[in-house]
Nanobody
Framework: QVQLEESGGGVVQPGGSLKLSCVAS????????MSWYRHPAGKPRQLQLV?????????TYHDSVKGRFTISSDFAADTIWLQMDALNPEDTAVYLC?????????WGRGTQVTVSS
């Protein structure tokens, strides 16, 4: 089993920045990739892939965050980060961290990000 814990969410004004962190624990050996997803505000059934990074460093960004969000990782420390800049109200969501290990996906509980003036 892999446990994931996100942190760094909060309330920020439009145009502001936040940095999210996700730390994996448990059976973390052989984690192949880690990703950030989000449930947009008012759309709890919608799940968007935000950013994803694998152990080889390959990165995938959602079109809506390209140029604004930056994912980084330290797989040796089982940690990923999401630097979010130029935030806008449409970025308001619960952000969840996931990890892929062999054929299983593991999820954190999420951290709330609210962008509001």
């Amino acid at each position: 089993q892999v446990q994931l814990e996100e942190s760094g969410g909060g309330v920020v004004q439009p145009g502001g920045s936040l940095k999210l962190s996700c730390v994996a624990s448990g059976q973390t050996a052989a984690i192949a990739a880690m990703s950030w997803y989000r449930h947009p505000a008012g759309k709890p059934r919608q799940l968007q892939l935000v950013d994803s990074i694998n152990s080889g460093g390959r990165i995938t960004y959602h079109d809506s965050v390209k140029g604004r969000f930056t994912i980084s990782s330290d797989f040796a420390a089982d940690t990923i980060w999401l630097q979010m800049d130029a935030l806008n109200p449409e970025d308001t969501a619960v952000y969840l961290c996931t990890a892929q290990r062999y054929l299983a996906d593991y999820w954190g509980r999420g951290t709330q990000v609210t962008v509001s003036s």
